[in-house]
Nanobody
Framework: QVQLVESGGGLVQAGGSLRLSCVAS????????MGWYRQAPGKQRELVAT???????NYRDSVRGRFTISRDNAKNTVYLQMSSLKPEDTAVYYC???????????????WGQGTQVTVSS
């Protein structure tokens, strides 16, 4: 059974940085594709970034160049380094995991509980 625990959220001023972490358990982490999603109040959950089991990454256009997704298989952890944060980045951030990359892209993998990121102007 996949368990995902996110951390690292908080309140930050515009232009600041945060690093989110998602620790996985119950799986052979290195075999899993991982993704970060976010959901702002009143909006649908949206895909932010993905990383395959071999480390290939993809980003939504609005965060490309500001956010970096990475993984540490020895620590069963996926990270989202967020820089140059904007108020529109405010959301609950969730990680998603699945053996199939396209399941992560489709939001059909397992979810964590989320961590709140608030960016003040």
């Amino acid at each position: 059974q996949v368990q995902l625990v996110e951390s690292g959220g908080g309140l930050v001023q515009a232009g600041g940085s945060l690093r989110l972490s998602c620790v996985a358990s119950g799986i052979i982490f290195s075999r899993y594709a991982m993704g970060w999603y976010r959901q702002a109040p009143g909006k649908q959950r949206e895909l932010v970034a993905t990383i395959t089991s071999v480390g290939s990454t993809n980003y939504r256009d609005s965060v490309r160049g500001r956010f970096t997704i990475s993984r540490d298989n020895a620590k069963n952890t996926v990270y989202l380094q967020m820089s140059s944060l904007k108020p529109e980045d405010t959301a609950v951030y969730y990680c998603n995991a699945d053996l199939q990359f396209w399941a992560v892209v489709g939001g059909r993998g397992s979810w964590g509980q989320g961590t709140q990121v608030t960016v003040s102007s």
